[in-house]
């Protein structure tokens, strides 16, 4: 049967940071490379040729789908690889050994796919200093004029290195990341308005505690906190201060080198020992224990991923079902004394993805084709959307998931995000449309409070540098450094009050020992650099 033209729908899925694993050299698997590894055109010229695409495996493909043979492989041949001579093989990676598994094929001649891809920077940094990548200006400028179109010349720049295009960026659908939330009943029965400061949450989080408004007794957690990004990142980026206009250094294990980190802990610490924040957060880094105390009515503030809380069946639903009186407040609470007490937070940058094209690939004219092709027509939205009437519906001109799709239309699209590799999230329009179409794709219930949360995500944010070089020393000694970032937080935020200067100056010695002091002088001279252009 033929498949249809459609348009379509995608759940945010939120890429995470991957662990990078040093010491495999690319220059083995490069340097017996082919000059031709931007593409002989043999595709253009008649004969069949086999263009490898890497596809995420999660282990969770629906029957009778499998990884490399489904609904959407289908499609991709049918309009993609037919027309064009080509046949599209995907070439699975288990998502959980990304990198790993990426390294190993890289240094090979002979198994890495020709379209590759990573999340992490310093990876991709990596493997174009090393050689490993083809520069595909020329190529984008040739065959991707509908891909250039897409995704605008400031995503395109993060996939540059010192002038040169070795990566090509998925391009983010949506930039907002964070909100708090608070119990609007508790402030109802504590007699308080909705804090619109750090100061006044200080005082909310103290009469959430002194007058326990859910009669709790020990369950009673005043601030849900976790050791994940999400609850820890809003309340950190309220104190520090952002280096260069509304950005700040783009590695969350750069967070201590900006100044007013260390408040930031100390107001942490403030809060753990007067009994005011979560006493296990240390051990919640899956945000597990946290998403129960909130669905269980036992948490009274806390911040989160601005999605995260609003699918169907998720803890918003499950906390209205647990206790009947409950009502969530999305609010703005932090303030940052360092930037005129806005209500700064961090925002992502405009790209998802590193897509890169290995050096030793012959098929690179094909590869940019297919990401082109991807990029034209309805292509990108059919891929998210699957069936009219099946998946979705057309509502003012926006794709809206079926509330009522039947398991085989659900189950076609499993892998639609990890295959739409050229936009993280669905890129149907300017910011503005696509989240309108975001909000449509959840429980009419819990659209209005996601709209809400998503007007806090976007407020007084600050996004990531963007440098004209790799930073080396990133790609030296991030993943130790990743790790010190999670020990100076915990350690800091646990300690004695009379212990918090001791024991933070000991741990971020060790950071700078670890790396931080080649770390923060290569970044002074590269925002330097910035500054004098």
């Given at each position: 049967m033929t498949l249809k033209a459609t348009k379509g729908s995608l759940k945010k899925w939120v890429g995470l940071a991957l662990t990078m694993v040093m010491g495999v050299s690319l220059l083995a698997g490069c340097s017996s490379a082919s000059k031709e590894g931007a593409g002989d055109g043999n595709a253009s010229n008649g004969e069949r040729v086999t263009l490898k695409v890497e596809i995420f495996d999660?282990?969770?493909?629906?029957?009778?789908?499998?990884?490399?043979?489904?609904?959407?492989?289908?499609?991709?041949?049918?309009?993609?690889?037919?027309?064009?001579?080509?046949?599209?093989?995907?070439?699975?990676?288990?998502?959980?050994?990304?990198?790993?598994?990426?390294?190993?094929?890289?240094?090979?001649?002979?198994?890495?796919?020709?379209?590759?891809?990573?999340?992490?920077?310093?990876?991709?940094?990596?493997?174009?200093?090393?050689?490993?990548?083809?520069?595909?200006?020329?190529?984008?400028?040739?065959?991707?004029?509908?891909?250039?179109?897409?995704?605008?010349e400031d995503t395109l720049k993060f996939g540059q290195v010192e002038g040169q295009q070795f990566a090509i960026p998925g391009k983010r659908a949506i930039t907002g990341r964070y909100s708090s939330y608070i119990r609007q009943d508790w402030l109802d029965k504590v007699g308080l308005p909705a804090p619109t400061t750090t100061d006044e949450l200080y005082t909310t989080l103290k009469a959430f505690k002194d007058k326990d408004p859910g009669q709790l007794g020990s369950r009673n957690i005043p601030m849900g906190m976790t050791l994940a990004p999400a609850q820890f990142e809003p309340l950190i980026f309220s104190f520090i201060k952002p280096i260069n206009g509304d950005y700040a250094y783009p590695q969350r294990y750069e967070l201590p080198l900006h100044d007013g980190f260390k408040d930031s802990l100390k107001f942490m610490n403030k809060l753990y020992n007067e009994g005011l924040m979560s006493k296990d957060f240390s051990l919640d880094e899956d945000k597990t224990?946290?998403?129960?105390?909130?669905?269980?009515?036992?948490?009274?503030?806390?911040?989160?991923?601005?999605?995260?809380?609003?699918?169907?069946?998720?803890?918003?639903?499950?906390?209205?079902?647990?206790?009947?009186?409950?009502?969530?407040?999305?609010?703005?609470?932090?303030?940052?004394?360092?930037?005129?007490?806005?209500?700064?937070?961090?925002?992502?940058?405009?790209?998802?993805?590193?897509?890169m094209i290995p050096k030793s690939s012959k098929r690179a004219v094909e590869a940019i084709k297919y990401l082109d092709w991807m990029a034209s027509d309805n292509n990108l939205i059919d891929i998210y959307s699957g069936v009219e009437g099946e998946n979705y519906d057309m509502?003012?001109?926006?794709?809206?998931?079926?509330?009522?799709?039947?398991?085989?239309?659900?189950?076609?699209?499993?892998?639609?995000?990890?295959?739409?590799?050229?936009?993280?999230?669905?890129?149907?329009?300017?910011?503005?449309?696509?989240?309108?179409?975001?909000?449509?794709?959840?429980?009419?219930?819990?659209?209005?409070?996601?709209?809400?949360?998503?007007?806090?995500?976007?407020?007084?944010?600050?996004?990531?540098?963007?440098?004209?070089?790799?930073?080396?020393?990133?790609?030296?000694?991030?993943?130790?450094?990743?790790?010190?970032?999670?020990?100076?937080?915990?350690?800091?935020?646990?300690?004695?009050?009379?212990?918090?200067?001791?024991?933070?100056?000991?741990?971020?010695?060790?950071?700078?020992?670890?790396?931080?002091?080649?770390?923060?002088?290569?970044?002074?001279?590269?925002?330097?650099?910035?500054?004098?252009?």
């Amino acid at each position: 049967m033929t498949l249809k033209a459609t348009k379509g729908s995608l759940k945010k899925w939120v890429g995470l940071a991957l662990t990078m694993v040093m010491g495999v050299s690319l220059l083995a698997g490069c340097s017996s490379a082919s000059k031709e590894g931007a593409g002989d055109g043999n595709a253009s010229n008649g004969e069949r040729v086999t263009l490898k695409v890497e596809i995420f495996d999660r282990g969770n493909s629906p029957s009778p789908h499998t990884i490399t043979n489904n609904y959407l492989s289908k499609l991709v041949q049918e309009r993609f690889g037919d027309p064009n001579n080509i046949d599209v093989q995907f070439v699975p990676i288990q998502r959980s050994e990304e990198v790993t598994k990426l390294n190993v094929l890289m240094a090979s001649n002979t198994d890495v796919p020709d379209i590759v891809f990573v999340y992490d920077s310093s990876v991709f940094y990596r493997y174009a200093q090393q050689g490993g990548l083809t520069d595909v200006g020329e190529l984008l400028d040739q065959h991707g004029p509908n891909l250039k179109k897409f995704l605008g010349e400031d995503t395109l720049k993060f996939g540059q290195v010192e002038g040169q295009q070795f990566a090509i960026p998925g391009k983010r659908a949506i930039t907002g990341r964070y909100s708090s939330y608070i119990r609007q009943d508790w402030l109802d029965k504590v007699g308080l308005p909705a804090p619109t400061t750090t100061d006044e949450l200080y005082t909310t989080l103290k009469a959430f505690k002194d007058k326990d408004p859910g009669q709790l007794g020990s369950r009673n957690i005043p601030m849900g906190m976790t050791l994940a990004p999400a609850q820890f990142e809003p309340l950190i980026f309220s104190f520090i201060k952002p280096i260069n206009g509304d950005y700040a250094y783009p590695q969350r294990y750069e967070l201590p080198l900006h100044d007013g980190f260390k408040d930031s802990l100390k107001f942490m610490n403030k809060l753990y020992n007067e009994g005011l924040m979560s006493k296990d957060f240390s051990l919640d880094e899956d945000k597990t224990q946290l998403a129960k105390d909130i669905q269980n009515g036992n948490t009274g503030f806390w911040s989160e991923d601005v999605d995260a809380m609003f699918y169907a069946e998720g803890t918003i639903d499950n906390l209205t079902k647990n206790v009947a009186d409950s009502k969530v407040l999305p609010i703005d609470a932090y303030t940052n004394p360092n930037v005129d007490n806005k209500h700064i937070k961090s925002r992502y940058a405009s790209n998802g993805l590193y897509i890169m094209i290995p050096k030793s690939s012959k098929r690179a004219v094909e590869a940019i084709k297919y990401l082109d092709w991807m990029a034209s027509d309805n292509n990108l939205i059919d891929i998210y959307s699957g069936v009219e009437g099946e998946n979705y519906d057309m509502v003012d001109g926006i794709p809206v998931v079926k509330a009522d799709a039947s398991q085989e239309a659900i189950d076609r699209l499993f892998n639609a995000g990890d295959l739409a590799i050229i936009s993280n999230g669905k890129n149907i329009g300017d910011q503005a449309t696509n989240e309108k179409a975001w909000i449509m794709g959840f429980p009419e219930r819990n659209q209005e409070l996601l709209r809400q949360s998503i007007d806090i995500a976007n407020t007084d944010t600050v996004g990531p540098l963007v440098f004209d070089k790799p930073i080396q020393a990133e790609m030296k000694y991030s993943t130790a450094l990743k790790d010190k970032v999670n020990v100076i937080i915990v350690k800091a935020t646990m300690a004695k009050p009379e212990q918090f200067e001791e024991v933070y100056e000991r741990e971020m010695s060790d950071y700078m020992a670890l790396g931080g002091a080649d770390l923060k002088k290569e970044l002074d001279e590269a925002v330097q650099a910035l500054s004098t252009k």
